[in-house]
């Protein structure tokens, strides 16, 4: 019935939970994989046609049946291992995440079972696992495609952050109502601080400077650089917009969910240089509807890659004769609009800039401003005597006091 010259897919380990998804001569794709008769002890070859065409389902459906068949023998005496539990995750929970963030789970799964092995059960990890796993990804000496190269400790906590959301993931998913995993091994251990993070923040002048020679480039970097400053947003929201993103009527952009970082769909609204901006392009590519912003430069129906953007980035920093400190990339144009609006109501700011929370853009986005704090200091106002004696000297004067009283 198969072809040998068609498409096929297979995952899992041969012998053991093997599933093989296969395109048959109509087009149509099936799998197949063995599993044991319970009747009769014996193990039968399976084989059911999936029911559509679409190769990159068929793949998402395979990993699935592998990822059931590895784990439900294991399940069942609560021993579940590594390689079984990340397949189920990769399968079940990843596909729901950004692309990036996608790339990250599958890379850290490898790392974690390049350490420490698929068949390694997951109730056995302890603080000697947790305490190797930081030393070696510090030395170097562990991770795919990196070796050689030490890791910082905020990509190692980035690593080990996933590690503990798959494990509690696990506590509360299971098969036939028994939890994948009956407790989480790692809770508690103490995460790698960076303890003075590098947060470079672009200042106006550099912005105008690399935006002056932008144009000479590629319009795509133009668009993208004013996109960043004017909207805060990330480069990898603003390289995925597409035209029906955009309206220029009302002036709002609506950032969509798949293809932001934390998986925040909002609308916001446009500036003026926004909407110049934008105007120029779409004049430019006459484009409509849900064609890109940024398309790449060869495939029209492809966003403009990110290594294209970074390229043209570096590109325009040497022209312009710029000496940006370490790091200072797409993200310090995101730290200057957080910075340069710290006026702002922080509800309307966090809305504005794409962030969930509050908190986050206080700690890693907001920048001290040596302007406000000398504008502070030319205004500080002094204590004198008689404020100081009004002021509740024990915990009794400030019961007393009525203001305590009424949100007491």
């Known amino acids: 019935m198969a072809n040998a010259k068609c498409w096929s ?3 899992g380990v041969k012998g053991k939970n093997r599933v093989r998804a296969f395109e048959a001569r109509s087009g149509l794709l099936f799998v197949e994989y063995r599993e044991r008769d319970d009747d009769t002890g014996k193990v039968k070859r399976r084989r059911h046609s999936l029911g559509h065409r679409d190769r990159k389902r068929a793949v998402k459906q395979t990993k699935a049946i592998a990822a059931r068949m590895a784990v439900d023998p294991v399940v069942e005496t609560g021993e579940i291992t590594l390689g079984s539990l990340f397949d189920i995750y990769e399968a079940e929970v990843t596909p729901r995440k950004g692309k990036a963030t996608q790339d990250h789970d599958r890379r850290a799964a490898r790392i974690f079972l390049e350490l420490w092995g698929r068949d390694r059960r997951t109730l056995t990890l302890n603080l000697r696992d947790w305490e190797q796993f930081i030393d070696l990804r510090k030395q170097g000496r562990l991770g795919t495609g990196v070796r050689g190269r030490p890791v910082g400790d905020r990509q190692i906590e980035y690593d080990l952050k996933w590690l503990l959301a798959v494990f509690r993931w696990a506590t509360r998913a299971g098969v036939d109502g028994k939890p994948l995993l009956e407790r989480n091994p790692l809770v508690g251990y103490p995460l790698p601080k960076e303890r003075n993070p590098v947060r470079p923040v ?25 996109l960043a400053n004017e909207t805060g947003h990330r480069i990898g929201a603003i390289r995925h917009l597409r035209w029906s993103d955009i309206d220029l009527e009302f002036g709002r952009i609506k950032w969509r969910a798949r293809h932001d970082k934390i998986g925040f769909e909002h609308v916001t609204p446009i500036s003026e240089p926004s909407t110049q901006a934008l105007t120029r392009a779409r004049k430019k590519v006459a484009a409509i509807g849900d064609t890109w912003v940024l398309p790449a430069s060869r495939h029209l129906d492809r966003p403009c890659p990110k290594g294209t953007l970074d390229k043209w980035f570096a590109q325009a920093v040497e022209i312009a004769g710029l000496k940006l400190p370490q790091r200072a990339r797409w993200h310090s144009l995101r730290r200057k609009f957080a910075t340069e609006l710290k006026d702002m109501s922080l509800k309307d700011l966090s809305y504005l800039g794409g962030w969930k929370d509050t908190k986050t853009l206080l700690t890693c986005y907001q920048q001290p401003d040596e302007a406000v704090m000398l504008e502070g200091l030319a205004n500080r106002r002094t204590l004198s005597a008689g404020v100081v004696s009004k002021l509740p000297n024990s915990m009794d004067t400030i019961a007393d006091w009525g203001w305590v009283k009424k949100f007491c």
């Open 9 to 11: 897919y297979s995952a």
């Open 202 to 226: 672009m200042t106006d002048d550099q912005y105008r400077a690399l935006l002056s020679v932008a144009g000479r480039i590629n319009w795509r970097l133009e668009l993208a650089l004013i």
